[in-house]
């Protein structure tokens, strides 16, 4: 199956990018601030990103390519199948020298994920998924919550994002938590550690992406701030936020969102 071997592709490249982030880490990351206020990046960012689109693109030469740290080009737009790579995701913890950043790798396909790896190599947490085959976290099936109330929820969340002009239903009562990484938040929700992941700014797809597929694997839903679903490899690679969760709790969330509470 091609899932399959995309998702052995995909882990041993994840743990190849591992090693030389710990290797960056142990001797400290040189940093420096992209142009426009985008923020930190370091040279292991550059040199995972290198990596990868060696080691993918030579296994898989039909398949689009879309990273944080690559050029994009409109060549992506015209695969089927693409790689949607983030080589560090939360580099500003990275390069102070923390321990909670991830390498998160998709394959999307026609828009939607269909393998996803989101690997954190100091704690050596890998989480996993195919589309239709559950997901996983060092290969034992993991599932998101069941939780129905949102009072008391625990939402990983800046605590930004739960202010009155975000909630036109009221805001939320919730006990928010924070990780630097969009895809560990997700990593997490899908693991059922916390019932939800809110983050109501434009977001780019290689922060999302893999974390979808394992949110939606696991049980849960996940849709952008507006409730709409999410599509993938789009011309403009960014969704309007991102919330995701267990699916009863992901709509009683959607709920304080809409003023009309429509499904």
């Not at 992506?76 to 020298?97: C, E, H, K, M």
């Not at 960014?238 to 809409?258: E, F, N, T, V, Y």
Request: aromatic content about 6%; glycine content about 10%.
């Amino acid at each position: 199956m091609r899932g399959t071997d995309d998702l052995d592709l995909l882990t041993r490249a994840a743990h190849h990018a591992g090693q030389i982030a710990l290797r960056h880490l142990k001797a400290g990351p040189n940093v420096t601030e992209k142009p426009d206020g985008q923020g930190p990046v370091t040279d292991a960012d550059i040199e995972i990103d290198r990596m990868l689109h060696a080691r993918l693109c030579k296994a898989r030469p039909d398949y689009g390519w879309l990273s944080e740290e690559s050029r994009d080009t409109p060549d992506r737009l015209g695969r089927a199948r693409v790689f949607i790579i983030d080589p560090i995701d939360g580099t500003r913890a990275f390069a102070q020298g923390q321990q909670g950043f991830a390498h998160a790798l998709a394959v999307v396909e026609d828009g939607e994920p269909v393998t996803a790896v989101v690997h954190l190599p100091v704690p050596d947490l890998t989480y996993s998924a195919v589309r239709g085959q559950g997901a996983y976290l060092n290969g034992q099936r993991i599932h998101a919550t069941d939780r129905q109330t949102v009072t008391g929820a625990q939402v990983l969340a800046a605590k930004s994002q739960f202010t009155p002009t975000n909630w036109q239903g009221g805001v939320p009562s919730v006990q928010p938590h924070f990780r630097s990484s969009l895809a560990w938040r997700m990593a997490l929700v899908a693991e059922g550690r916390f019932d939800a992941m809110v983050s109501l700014r434009a977001t780019w797809h290689w922060d999302i992406v893999a974390g979808a597929l394992l949110v939606s694997e696991a049980g849960g839903k996940a849709s952008d701030g507006r409730g709409c679903g999410l599509r993938f490899n789009t011309r403009t690679a960014q969704s309007d936020g991102i919330i995701a969760g267990g699916a009863a709790i992901h709509d009683a969330l959607m709920d304080l969102r809409r003023p009309d509470h429509a499904v």
